[in-house]
Nanobody, 125 residues
Framework: VQLQASGGGSVQTGDSLRLSCAAS????????TGWFRQAPGKEREFVAA????????YYSDFVKGRFTISRDNAKNTMYLQMNSLKPEDMAVYYC???????????????????WGQGTLVTVSS
């Protein structure tokens, strides 16, 4: 499985940005894909995840109401629409994929087997 993240950039506080993660190499009907982020000097943290079969989603508390995760099965692509960006959202964003995850395990990075390279999001005040 290969994951390719894109869409990062430099924006100002309050702006929006959409990240994409294109997946290839395996049938994705039973996959769960997620976004994690890592800011300088901080540990990687969970942002959001989506189960491709049924589209169950899971969000971290700090992005609820601002970020929306979605997927396009036909394109094997996952998206993260980020609105009302804040300086504290600035980080390298990573996409990841795992199989057989239960909902409660979605925030756990150890449950994800495949990782893409990161895409940098910079938010200036």
């Amino acid at each position: 499985v290969q994951l390719q993240a894109s869409g990062g950039g430099s924006v100002q506080t309050g702006d929006s940005l959409r990240l994409s993660c294109a997946a290839s190499g395996r049938t994705f009907s039973s996959v769960t894909t997620g976004w994690f982020r890592q800011a300088p000097g901080k540990e990687r943290e969970f942002v959001a995840a989506i189960r491709w079969r049924g589209a169950t989603t899971y969000y971290s508390d700090f992005v609820k109401g601002r970020f929306t995760i979605s997927r396009d099965n036909a394109k094997n692509t996952m998206y993260l629409q980020m609105n009302s960006l804040k300086p504290e959202d600035m980080a390298v964003y990573y996409c990841a994929a795992g199989f057989g995850l239960i909902v409660s395990s979605m925030p756990n990075s150890n449950q994800y087997t495949y990782w893409g390279q990161g895409t940098l999001v910079t938010v200036s005040s």
